[in-house]
């Protein structure tokens, strides 16, 4: 069993950049692939980016170039760096971890992919 709790969300103008994390529970954080997902009022939840245990990171096409995500496996902590805000990132971001072993293209991105799930937390961009 994994627990997850984001922090660092809040509201910022477009341009600025804010910085998200997400702390886990357990010793097998290591093991573990983990992603954030954002989701903004009255649309899914959408992929936003992951990094895969072995290291492997991947971007939505919306935020390369602005986000950044790294993990300390030394602090069970996964961080997500966003820059350039633009309003359309305005959403709930929520960060998830995997437990599996996939080879295949994008599956990383998928949300069944991920058992555990963090309670959200809040970013607005204001323009």
């Given at each position: ?41 009255g ?69 069944y ?15």
């Open positions: 069993q994994v627990q997850l709790v984001e922090s660092g969300g809040g509201l910022v103008q477009a341009g600025a950049s804010l910085g998200l994390s997400c702390a886990a529970s357990g010793s097998t954080f290591s093991t573990y692939t983990m992603a954030w997902f954002r989701q903004a009022p649309k899914e939840r959408d992929f936003v980016t992951a990094v895969t245990w072995t290291g492997g990171t991947y971007y939505a096409d919306s935020v390369k170039g602005r986000f950044t995500i790294s993990r300390d496996n030394a602090k069970n902590t996964v961080y997500l760096q966003m820059n350039s805000l633009k309003p359309e990132d305005t959403a709930a971001y929520y960060c998830a971890a995997s437990s599996a072993r996939r080879y295949g293209a994008n599956w990383y991105a998928q949300e992919e991920y058992a555990y799930w963090g309670q959200g937390t809040q970013v607005t961009v204001s323009s």
